[in-house]
């Protein structure tokens, strides 16, 4: 069966640096993630910042509150312009995430790509087309969002440092 795929961009107005050292750093996942899916990281095995290898554990809630466990791992870092990770335990039968960042006029453009496979075949496909495709079409919604949020400056309608 073949993979589905997503990509989403965005242009955050903040230099290569700070958008790097925000996405570099776990924690912040917490932050960009929709607070209904109860999503909590509960263990990062590394030095707490990005590098190919590091594992990184949670749990989520994304249906009904059934609370579901997930790890990934740090696959490649290409500092700071990339990096990918993937799924070694969770919900999928595959999840690859690849995160790209590039200088652009006015700030940098974040990519995120998806490649992902529910379980169960078929069975899994239809899933994906009742509930998951646009739970995941959400979720990235409200990182948008949030990153937005983030990275505009207090009384800056066009964005610029990050909040804390």
Do not use: C
Not at 52 to 80: A, C, D, N
Not at 108 to 120: A, C, G, K, Q, S
Not at 124 to 149: H, P, T
Request: hydrophobic share 40%; no cysteine.
């Amino acid at each position: 069966m073949k993979p589905f795929e997503l990509s989403y961009t965005q242009l955050l107005e903040a230099p290569l640096e700070k958008v790097w050292a925000f996405f570099a750093d776990p924690g912040n996942l917490e932050r960009i993630t929709p607070p209904d899916l109860g999503f909590r990281v509960t263990g990062v095995n590394g030095e707490g910042r990005l590098q190919e290898g590091m594992t990184i554990s949670y749990t989520l809630q994304p249906l009904f509150g059934v609370p579901l466990g997930w790890v990934s791992r740090i696959t490649h870092v290409l500092k700071p312009f990339r990096f990918d990770d993937e799924q070694v335990s969770g919900p999928y039968e595959l999840w690859q995430h690849t995160h790209l960042f590039r200088e652009v006029p006015g700030g940098v453009e974040v990519t995120d790509r998806i490649r992902y496979l529910l379980p169960f075949g078929p069975l899994g496909s239809m899933f994906n087309e009742l509930l998951v495709a646009g739970r995941l079409e959400a979720i990235f919604r409200y990182r948008s969002e949030r990153l937005q949020e983030l990275f505009r400056s207090p009384g800056d309608h066009g964005g610029g440092a990050m909040q804390a």
